[in-house]
């Protein structure tokens, strides 16, 4: 099960969180809001860090598979 | 450029031949005999449909994905894959185990990785929202054991798909094919259904965003009153051929066993065209619900809870031809009542097919009606 750990953000900026999700439906707290909004960031730059996962051998071979069966 | 797989890493489990020494030399105790689905999950797991899954999940993954809908390494995740077994086996941490089928051939090699006990009341109420039996995800459950085997798999044997061997694309082939086209962008349609007009209106809205639509028809075990997989098949063989654009469309079959657990499902639905290479997938009405268990849209609003899921679901009203609007429409466009809303029950659907009867053409293309209706028994019994 996940534990949780506590990250210092300033003051002033909790207040606007707790101001807004206070308007806006479906968070929480601003606990949820910063693990939601941090998470679209990290996936974003994770996404970024990902090879291509076949080698040149894999590729001709596949390539010639689809070929055959008509998808190339 | 292909979306990045699920987790990022696309897995890639050695293959083996049944024949293979690997997989030979096995003493009855160091076996498990799996069923037809769990075979069909071994395949999965291993060809990297399931990815980043390298094996079926221990007791961690289990509950965080019962509880927070997430692997126990944060990556979202819906519905357990697990492999539920008899207890009376005497694996030890670490032993290799050899998964075989119901006339043990060797289906996959697999690092025994320990067992606990699942409450079949709590996976169906957290999974499906329901304990009612009458639910088929729900009934399946508590037909099966209470033991979940954990282990990673080693190798696996390529399954043999019969007929459907060149309909059948593997994450890495279409990433592949997606590549090869150009595609940057491609969105996924899951379906367990003969294509309807409403079907494909939702199909091509949606290829007018991106630049191309793969259709992954789903076969295998499904409940009583859906299509056949050689029905399925062929009818989406006989639209494409007549309706479709060939460079920009592309179907392969994907072989899994529905568990109809709506809008969980719907995330799954994401995760495995996600590491075929999609980026975007359809979500339309009652997305892999049944009965009347989950709202219409719920499919739809579970997406809020994902915002790292690295897919881009497309929401979709549902689509019918409107008598007034003389026209194919939705709830979004079109002002007229269910009075002029051409449709049709499976129910009349199959007691039309039955009598020798077919829709009309404005619910149903003819060459798939005319496909359906040369099948004797088109659907599940």
């Known amino acids: ?7 210092s953000i300033p003051l002033t900026l909790q207040k606007r969180l707790e101001k807004l999700i206070a308007k806006k439906t479906g968070f929480k707290s601003v606990s949820d809001y910063v693990t939601y ?4 960031v990290v996936a974003m730059h994770e996404m970024k860090e990902v090879p291509e996962p076949f080698t040149s051998t894999d590729l001709a071979e596949i390539k010639e598979r689809l070929r055959a069966l008509g998808y190339l | 450029m292909t979306n990045p797989p699920h987790g990022g890493k696309l897995v890639q489990i050695r293959q083996a031949s049944r024949e293979s020494s690997a997989l030979a030399g096995f003493k009855e105790n160091q076996k498990l005999k799996i069923g037809k689905e769990a075979a069909t999950v071994v395949s999965n797991i291993a060809n990297g449909v399931f990815s980043p899954l390298d094996g079926f999940m221990g007791e961690n993954d289990y509950l965080n994905v019962l509880e927070h809908m997430r692997l126990e390494n944060d990556v979202p995740w819906t519905i357990p894959i697990l492999l539920l077994g008899p207890h009376d086996h005497h694996f030890g941490s670490g032993d290799e185990i050899l998964l075989v089928d119901d006339a043990d051939h060797p289906v996959a090699l697999m690092e025994y ?9 709590e996976y169906a109420s957290k999974v499906f929202g329901t ?21 990673k798999l080693k ?3 390529k399954p043999d798909h019969g007929d459907y061997a060149d309909f059948t694309l593997t994450p890495k082939e279409t990433r592949i094919l997606f590549a090869e086209k150009g595609w940057n962008n491609t969105v996924a349609f899951q379906t367990r259904n003969a294509p309807h007009i409403n079907h494909e209106y939702l199909q091509k809205s949606a290829l007018a965003l991106v630049d191309g639509l793969f259709v992954n028809p789903v076969l295998g075990k499904k409940k009583a009153g859906d299509f056949k997989d050689e029905v399925i098949l062929a009818t989406y063989q006989a639209i494409m051929a007549n309706y479709y654009p060939r460079n920009s469309v592309v179907m392969s079959v994907l072989h899994y066993e529905m568990q109809y657990a709506g809008p969980k499902e719907a995330i799954m639905h994401a995760i495995m065209r996600k590491n075929f290479g999609c980026t975007h997938i359809i979500i339309g009405r009652d997305h892999a619900g049944v009965g009347s268990y989950y709202g219409p849209y719920a499919a739809q609003e579970i997406f809020k809870e994902f915002p790292d899921l690295g897919m881009s679901p497309m929401f979709f009203k549902e689509f019918y031809y409107c008598k007034r609007c003389a026209g194919i429409a939705s709830e979004k466009t079109c002002p007229h009542g269910e009075e002029d809303k051409l449709a049709f029950s499976g129910t009349k659907l ?3 097919f039955a009598e020798g009867e077919v829709p009309p053409k404005e ?6 009606s005319q496909t359906i209706s040369k099948f004797k028994h088109p659907f599940v019994e």
């Open chain 2, 131 to 151: 304990d009612d039996k009458a639910h088929p995800g729900v009934a399946k459950i508590f037909a099966g054991n209470e033991c979940a085997i954990a282990g």
């Open chain 2, 350 to 352: 199959r007691k039309m």
């Open chain 2, 113 to 121: 990785g320990g067992n606990f006990e699942i409450s079949r009341q």
């Open chain 1, 1 to 7: 099960m996940p534990k949780y750990t506590s990250v």
């Open chain 2, 363 to 368: 619910f149903m293309r003819p060459e798939v």
């Open chain 1, 37 to 40: 909004v941090l998470r679209e």
């Open chain 2, 155 to 157: 190798a696996a044997v």
